[in-house]
């Protein structure tokens, strides 16, 4: 074995490990999963918005070919659970959710049947079997419409469709008022998105010889995941194994709980053969969470000066048909708690209201709330600069918090607290790299030849890693912050880690082997992460709310270093010296200041396993698991700049340049955390400029519901990004790291929307809601000419 | 009641192996790549021929292989991922993915690594522009793109052919 060089990994770019059977077509999704004697479930699905269901008749699907089994939603009833969630803000009405609609529809897309069938192909013939006789009811689909009086009411314990009412203040916001020199208000639309992971969700659920189950699920949490299914399917948990295999993209829909996720055990079990489930792409689009849909009035006071006293904050968040899994934080806690920014705003009220409507149960999606809360102060700030016609940096930087103000509670907050950062450094290290100055002198010159271009700035905070435990239960959030680690060292001394975090494509074999290979100090190569699969990872929460390094990569180093700590004794007593005595440093134990030979790593690991000389009270083993709850949460911020060209003749956009600046405090893998901002800030530009889904306000339908209707955008529609970073470590977790995931699509859209309303400012254009298609920037120069006019 | 379609039997060439196999007349392409062959790094991610990650080369040329009927291909020479390298290591195309990160979950990459391939077959030098309408038939949705325009620029700057 080769001793480390002793060489820093943490901060190096390594690449990644995972790369190599990804890229030769051998990595291993559900979908890739064939095991014998399975069996194809197919969901008939909801065409109506609304509907009472009246009768349904299975008989021609049961008499189909391969067709083994039809069923309906009140054969499930008493069988299956109803899906409850698990983030429930206290005082929330909670809709009952079952498995299969029984009596009425609430969505386009919501489950009415099921068949189960040899092919998949059989599966789906039968579907088509299925009648049903439908009473349509109205429909309501979005937020503003379905708080009205007249609206149709989709609960009867909901009443006025709000689940939930949330408010936070701090300061005196009246007082701000009566004190500013002018008062703006303006409404923002977040738009609505689908998430679109490439691998769509899949679900294969396998009954063992022994009596165990095993479910196979592309999951963010799997061990959430098996929480879930065994309390809801009344599976014991210790029986029920979960493995979560390749995870083709996850931005937070494969964190949620979803009916298929349930029927596959179940009728595994009653069958007792495997059931595979896997969703098309259509039926994604209308089964699978959506993301945003928000309404936000705002009001702002401040000095003429630019200077901002107060904030006002009003939320709709649009959760669809019933409350997903974390829906009721989402528009609350996670949007309105972060309203201020990163602005020193010492007098803010915010109120926000959960809404379902007849539409697809909207949850978590990459940034979750912090795109919404950002979107709030960033356009507000960017509404003032405009509004008093001054330099939008010049009103940023009046009220950005100094690095003094850390750790910062905002408006007095006692559930945000920002640990670090230095927001001004960020500010000027963004300037500097887009050329500012530069850039607005240039944007000026053209506009006199019909050039329109403009410059976006859109600065962000958040918190990462829910934690600790202890401070989640008041919030209704029913799970703990912590994340566990098991660093296991093999009689040879190498390391194998069995980590509770999820990678998705984030990298964790090659990030996680990064902070454990500097704690162990042996090399990367000896060291193997083990995830996603619960009879093999002791516990955990998965990967969500940017968390994996700042949680999962602690308990990781912890639990290395408890290692090492044994690892030192043993040491200390083949040595034959005082364990205070012992040093440990390039992959061995060294006594300094004698001239006793260095003892490696590995004939310490195979001591502990032979056991033949152990120190009194040293139990046998080198293998230490730790469940590493953080003190706090790590506050990543950026600042983010864009340069675009919009031609008012047919409504393009170009996005000339894009500069992000983020600190997300001590940085793993450089190369690894561009990425998450190269990715990241594409969605945002996605939100910004492409992507909205739509539903046909009179029936409910869904209208982008494929993705030929959706707008994701291709590698022509996106520009290269230029990620800079600057490390300011949190002092709140043992690594220094904040996160990143969420970073870019918090950024970006008021970033791109500030660059287009900069274009068009000599239209006198102050507001457009995303996203920003040609036609609604054609329309909107239009309406300015002909006023002008 | 569903027409039980006739089984057609199909021969094609895949990664340099001949295969015969039986299939429904409505079977795609990509399911007998995936089903009855077993390669499954050829990957279905959409269901309206938009996002490329089932892309692979019949005779030569990128082709979604969700877009044509396994009987279309009867008689075609077929290379997906698995082919890619021959057996061997990472073809260049992949060592430039793997060397400029351009891979997150990997679902995506496979389509996007055989339409690389077929773009730097067709233009051994492409600008940035060209690399990006190039790939515009694959979809990314984790690396926002960049880092897979910077893998390619790395071929193309070389001259290599492909």
Known sequence: ???????????????????????????????????????????????????????????????????????????????????????????????????????????????????????????????????????????????????????????????????????????????????????????????RLIPTCMETRAVIAAPEPDGTLTVYIGSQVPHMHRRWIAETVGIPEHQLRVVAPDIGGGFGAKMHLYPEDLLCPYLARELNTPVKWWETRSESHQSTSHGRAHTEDIEVAFKNDGRILGLKVSTLGNVGAYLSNMATGGPTVNTVNFGTGTYKIDNYEAFSRVVVTNTVPVDAYRGYGRPEGAYIAERAIDAVARHLNLDQVDVRRKNLLHSSDFPYRPYGSTGVMYDSGDYQALLDKALAAFDYRGRSEECERLRGTGIYRGIGIAAYTHMCGMAPSRRLAPGGFNRGGWESARVSIDSSGRATIYSGSMSQGQGHATSLSQIAADVLQIPIDDIEIVQGDTRQVQAGHGTFNSRSMAVGGSSVHVSAHQVIAKAKKIAAGMLEVDEKDVSYSAGAFTVPGTDIAPLTFSKVARMAYVGHKLPDGVAPGLDETVFYDPTGMGAPSGVHLAYVEVDPLTGTVDILDYVAVDDVGTLINPLLAAGQIHGGVVQGIAQALYEEVSYDPENGQLLTGSLLDYAVPRAEHVPNIRSLFQETPSPTNPIGVKGIGESGSIAAPPCIVHAVLDALSPFGIKHLDMPLTPPRIWAAVRNARAGAA | MPVQAAPHEVTIEVNGSRRTVTVEARRLLVHLIREDLGLTGTHVGCDTSQCGACTVEIDGQAVKSCTILAVMADGASITTIEGVAGGGDLDRVQAAFQDHHALQCGFCTPGMVMSVRNLLKENASPSEREIRHGLAGNICRCTGYHNIVRAVASLASKGDVA
């Open chain 1, 1 to 191: 074995m080769t001793i480390s060089t002793g060489k820093r990994l943490i901060g190096q770019s390594l690449r990644r490990r995972e790369d190599r059977k990804l890229l030769a077509g051998r990595g291993r999704y559900v979908d890739d999963i064939k095991l014998p004697g399975m069996l194809h479930m197919a969901i008939l699905r909801s065409p109506h918005a609304h509907a009472t269901i009246g009768s349904i008749d299975l008989s021609h699907a049961k008499a189909a070919p391969g067709v083994r089994l039809v069923l309906s939603g009140a054969a499930l009833i008493d069988r299956i659970g109803p899906i409850v969630p698990n983030w429930i803000i206290p005082g929330s009405k909670v809709p009952v959710r079952p498995v299969i609609a029984t009596d009425r529809v609430r969505f386009v897309g919501e489950c009415v049947a099921l068949v189960v069938a040899e092919t998949l192909a059989q599966a789906y013939d039968a579907v088509g079997l299925i009648e049903v006789d439908y009473e349509v009811l109205p429909a309501v689909t979005d937020e503003a419409a379905a708080v009205q009086q007249s609206a149709p009411q989709l609960h009867e314990n909901v009443p006025g469709n709000v689940t939930t009412l949330y408010k936070v203040t701090g300061g005196d916001y009246a007082k701000a008022n009566a004190e500013a020199d002018q008062v703006i208000s303006l409404r923002v639309i977040n738009n």
